[in-house]
């Protein structure tokens, strides 16, 4: 296993990672930047106010992209094996 083998394995793994990641924390970013909104339009300081929507809405983004989360993560399983299977000496 070359180090080149390597970094373009750890490279893929964090673009994985981000892409299965992305929805799930931009549902929470935009959600937590409408409460935050909110609050000072009305001058609500509440700190924990933002915590239930944004529960609500990672579990919304999760069942909606869980298919294409759940495809693209066993295609990236199924890369990985084949790239087991080619490395044997």
Known sequence: MTPELVVQLARRSFEVTLLLAAPLLLASLVIGLIISIFQAVTSINEATLAFAPKII?????????????????????????????????
Not at 70 to 85: L, Q
């Open 57 to 89: 809405a990672v579990m919304i983004a999760m069942i909606i992209f869980f298919p294409w989360m759940m495809t693209y993560m066993s295609d990236f399983t199924r890369e990985i094996f084949s790239f087991i299977a080619t490395m044997r000496r």
